[in-house]
């Protein structure tokens, strides 16, 4: 995979090589699945490449295919899942104080091979309180050769401070079309799934990506619209049956349950798009538009933002589905 597009991230880059000039700390910032974590490992090989043929890493040296592996010395990857030493595995959603005592020591030991250790930090705005305090006493005096990368699909939830101290770049959604030449170049797929793959992919890289290599994610894909389809159109007493199941499934699939409200909240962005773009062509039948006006698909979005904000925060998830169950507005002829 490469970075493709987003001009101004590779171009700022690029001139920080050639003037050899790098700042210790960088947040890659944009929604999940947009690049982040490729446009770090590009710089990685922009840093390390042995031959030059391609300014960022031509991705057939012995550095470029170890970087591509993560099999590369001087890059660390850092996430809430990495095991701290001295520490039973924990199943935290949070990078915290040890996670960065061990990037403090490894920092310290310096680059093995190349001239800079990277220490890539993803979802770094899942820094709990102590670790975020800790990384900022490492930055007061940040050890020589460490450039360290925060990928953040959440500004919000970072200190000001670490924020502050930061050089960030923003990475953007690609246009449909970019999209749809990358998966001509890379696949041999008919017209119509490329056009499904655009639409489902929303401008976003790693999710064309991530479907382009398993097609089946499509036809789950419209089996969460048909969920959200079922839900929008129940009476009050099978939306709480409906709740009820969710909250079930969240106890041991948080993941499948955050992915499947992102989903319903791109339904409602692709109704409220297709308001303005008559052409476009759905991947199938949205019927919801029949069902709400476009000021009521709004507030569904905002519903549903409310919804994952506070399972998020860790509020009582049966109670956050019966409320939305509850917000959503209901229709007259909903089945019973
Ligand atoms: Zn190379």
């Known amino acids: 995979m490469r970075t493709i597009g987003n001009d101004n991230a590779i171009n ?18 944009g929604p999940e699945h947009v690049g ?4 770090a490992y590009d710089f990685v090989k922009l840093l390390n490449c042995t031959s030059k043929e391609n300014e960022f890493g031509c991705e057939s040296c012995e550095n470029c295919k170890k970087i ?10 850092v996430n809430s899942k990495t095991p701290i030493e001295g520490t039973s595995t924990n199943s935290s959603d949070q990078i915290r104080i040890g996670h960065i005592h061990q990037i403090n020591h490894s920092a310290n030991l310096g680059p093995f091979i190349g001239k800079y250790k990277i220490f890539l930090i993803e979802n770094a705005h899942n820094l709990n309180n102590e670790a975020s305090n800790a990384f900022l006493k490492l930055l007061e005096e940040p050890p020589k050769g460490s450039i360290f990368i925060f990928l953040v699909s959440d500004l919000s939830k970072l200190y000001p401070t670490i924020l502050s101290r930061a050089q960030k770049i923003v990475l953007s959604e690609l246009r449909n079309v970019q999209i749809e030449d990358w998966i001509k170049q890379k696949y041999d797929y008919d017209h119509e ?13 790693g999710k064309a990506f991530l479907v382009s290599e398993n097609i089946s994610l499509l036809e789950e894909y419209k089996e969460s619209y048909n969920r959200f389809y079922e839900f929008c159109n129940s009476a009050m007493s099978n939306r709480l049956n409906i709740s009820q199941k969710l909250s079930t499934r969240f106890r041991t699939d948080r993941n499948g349950i955050y992915q499947e409200l992102n989903n319903w909240m791109n339904f409602c962005d692709l109704i409220i798009k297709k308001n303005f773009e008559k052409e476009l062509n759905f991947i199938f039948d949205f019927d919801l538009k029949k069902t709400y006006s476009i000021m009521e698909i709004n507030k569904i979005i905002i519903i549903l933002l409310r919804s994952i904000n506070n399972l998020q925060n860790n509020a009582n998830s049966r109670l956050v589905f019966d409320v939305m169950s509850l917000d959503i507005p209901e229709k007259q002829n909903s089945v019973r």
């Open 12 to 29: 700022y880059l690029k001139n920080a090589y050639r003037q050899n000039s790098f700042a210790h700390f960088y947040i890659f910032y």
């Open 36 to 39: 982040k974590t490729t446009l």
């Open 68 to 77: 591509n592996l993560n099999n590369y010395y001087d890059l660390i990857c």
């Open 193 to 205: 799934t490329i056009e499904k793959i655009v639409q489902f992919s929303q401008g976003l890289l």
